[in-house]
Structures are given as C-alpha cells and as structure tokens.
C-alpha cells in the first residue's frame, strides 16, 4: 500500500523539490466515497465533478455571497445519479474548453465584397484582420452579424452564443477584442493577431477559425450547462 498523498501545500523536506502532487488529496476523494458508497469513484471523477458544479447557475446563485469573499466550497449533492450527471457534464467541458481548437467550426454565412482579392493567392491579405466589429450602430448593434474585415463579414451567429460567460464577458467577444492589431500606448509595441497567425500557426485564416470555433464551444457549453441537474440535498 502507498503512501497517503500529503497536504496540497505542505512542506516535506525529506522528499525531492520536485514533485508531483495531484490537486485533490487523498482526504478529499474519501469525503465524497463516504458520501456514494459502492460507487467507484477516482480522483479524475471527482475533478471533473468540481469542474461541472463550478459551472451550474444554481450553484453560481446560491453561493454568489461566499464565492465573492472566498475559495468556493465544493458540496456532496445527495444522490450518486447527480454527482455522476455533474461529473459527466465536466468532463466534456473540460475537453472543450481545453481542445478548442479542434472542435469543427460553426457553418456561420460569408459576404464577401471584392471578389478580386482571391484567398488563394494571397490570403494573407484576404484574412487580415484589424478589428472586429458588430454590424449597425449603437445601441441597435446586429450581434448575429461581424464584419470581420473590409472583405468579410460573418453572419448566422446564434445569438445564445453570447450566453456563454467569462469573467463578465461573452467568450466570443474576448475573441473580437483578442484578434485585432493594437498599438500599446506606453510601450509602443504592436500586438497583431496576424503575425501570430501566420508565423505561429501557418493559417492566415486562423482568427477567423477561431471565432467560429468558439462560436461552437459556446453553444455547446450553453447546451450542457442548461441541462445539469439542480443542486438537492447537499452535504
């Protein structure tokens, strides 16, 4: 039999300075077997359990107070049905959220305005992005449709895409405002979106790949996170 796995932040000098130590301890996977006995429960399982209550609204709402003043306290639903719902479901997004980039983009609907810029010949023109943009103007902006470039404008984007949220900001718009050539003020250095593209990845179309990929991982985390099951008798 090995050894119990320490505490997460405990010092021990007698082992080496490196070493691995998985985030959920020993004690921590025996306080939810207690909770299902006879099912069998790995630390994997339980990682994924945290992953997918951290993203249920019921919990979110309930616990809005303490979540806001400190780490979040991870409960034992009751029954051993809803641990597995909520394990199942983080795990799925956990590989979303972690592999976006190889999920199949969204069929989103391409206007293209000059034909005579070919993305064959020259995509690197074609694909160069500078800022994306809602099309109409304010406060009656038209968020199903992006005008990408003076050449491409996307259109056909679910709007419940946008329902997907991260620190207060829809994850399609962290896409907008991350893949775009901006000048730092103070330092004077240009972050293009179109170098990473063509020297990192090899694909000129990569930002445009991208906001349909996550156009998918969106409405797929709406899809799942909306059908977990509600928080009952916890522990």
Same mark, same amino acid.
């Given at each position: ?22 985030? $959920? &301890?020993?004690?921590? +996977?025996? *306080? ?7 099912? @069998? $429960? &790995?630390?994997?399982? +339980?990682? *994924? ?7 249920? @609204? ?84 038209d968020r199903s449709t992006v005008i990408y470039n003076a050449n491409i404008t996307i259109s056909g984007i679910p709007l419940e895409a946008y329902d997907y949220v991260l620190n207060g900001k829809p994850a399609l718009v962290w896409v907008m405002e991350g893949q775009c050539v901006k000048t730092d003020k103070a330092s004077g250095i240009v972050n293009d979106a179109n ?41």
């Amino acid at each position: 039999m090995s050894d119990p796995q320490p505490d997460l932040f405990e010092q021990d000098v007698a082992r080496p300075r490196m070493v691995r130590r998985d985030a $959920i &301890t020993d004690a921590g +996977l025996a *306080h939810f077997q207690e909770a299902y006995p006879g099912e @069998e $429960i &790995t630390k994997g399982d +339980l990682f *994924h359990y945290i992953y997918g209550i951290l993203h249920s @609204e019921d919990y979110r709402t309930r616990f809005a107070n303490s979540l806001r003043k400190q780490l979040p306290r991870i409960p034992r639903v009751g029954a051993a049905a809803d641990f597995w719902a909520f394990s199942k479901a983080g795990r799925t997004l956990g590989w979303i959220h972690v592999h976006y980039e190889q999920v199949e983009p969204y069929p989103v609907t391409f206007t293209i305005s000059d034909t005579s810029i070919s993305p064959v010949s020259n995509p690197e023109q074609f694909y160069r992005v500078e800022k994306m943009r809602f099309s109409g103007k304010r406060p009656n902006l038209d968020r199903s449709t992006v005008i990408y470039n003076a050449n491409i404008t996307i259109s056909g984007i679910p709007l419940e895409a946008y329902d997907y949220v991260l620190n207060g900001k829809p994850a399609l718009v962290w896409v907008m405002e991350g893949q775009c050539v901006k000048t730092d003020k103070a330092s004077g250095i240009v972050n293009d979106a179109n170098r990473y593209a063509i020297e990192t990845v090899g694909d000129p179309a990569y930002p445009l790949r991208l906001f349909q990929r996550v156009i998918t991982v969106s409405l797929k985390t709406v899809e799942i996170v909306n059908s977990l099951p509600p928080l009952r008798d916890l522990s």
